[in-house]
């Protein structure tokens, strides 16, 4: 889409830092992010709570192996 951290956060209405976070695996999506990425991005905010969920169960799921 050709577009900076700096244009895409601008349009959702958040930080640049917010959404850095976000881009670098620091952060997480809330419902508040899905819902303004699938606005900017024009997909569903279920698919952004989804991939927040697969990527919350992969890092639990070694966590777990980790520690048996």
Do not use: C
Request: net charge positive; hydrophobic share 45%; glycine share 2%.
């Amino acid at each position: 889409m050709e577009m900076t951290q700096v244009i895409a956060a601008a349009k959702m209405k958040i930080s640049v830092n917010r959404l850095n976070e976000i881009i670098r695996g620091k952060s997480g999506v809330t419902v508040d992010t899905a819902l303004r990425l699938a606005k900017l991005l024009k997909t569903s905010p279920e698919f952004w709570m989804n991939l927040q969920t697969a990527w919350d169960l992969y890092h639990a799921s070694r966590s777990l192996a980790r520690a048996s």
